[in-house]
């Protein structure tokens, strides 16, 4: 399984981008997912989870009213809504999914090794 995060990009602050992560092979249903980024000089931070049945999100304080987390079961693919853009959203961006970790407890309780599968990363740069 290969999560394939895309949708990154060079914007100016206040504009939006819309990122998405293909699931190719991944029993979609069965996972928690999310968002998470990482800013240079900085370590890896929580952005937004959702559930497996897609209804509960949870974002970090630092996002939440601007992005907002959805997923597609059809296409298999999580995707993050990014609006109102701020530099210090400049970072790259990685998916995430867990089977077992619940998304409510994501936010505060997770590892690089905790999570079941990673994307690659997409980049953001917000210029001001």
């Known amino acids: 399984v290969q999560l394939q995060a895309s949708g990154g990009g060079l914007v100016q602050a206040g504009g939006s981008l819309r990122l998405s992560c293909a699931s190719p092979g991944l029993t979609f249903s069965s996972y928690r997912m999310g968002w998470f980024r990482q800013a240079p000089g900085k370590e890896r931070e929580f952005v937004a989870a959702?559930?497996?049945?897609?209804?509960?999100?949870y974002y970090a304080d630092s996002v939440k009213g601007r992005f907002t987390i959805s997923r597609d079961y059809a296409k298999n693919t999580l995707y993050l809504q990014i609006d109102s853009l701020k530099p210090e959203d400049t970072a790259v961006y990685y998916c995430?999914?867990?089977?077992?970790?619940?998304?409510?407890?994501?936010?505060?309780?997770?590892?690089?090794?905790?999570?079941?599968?990673w994307g690659k990363g997409t980049q953001v740069t917000v210029s001001s």
């Open positions: 959702i559930n497996r049945g897609g209804i509960n999100t």
């Open positions: 995430a999914a867990d089977e077992y970790a619940p998304a409510s407890r994501w936010r505060t309780d997770w590892s690089n090794d905790g999570m079941d599968y």
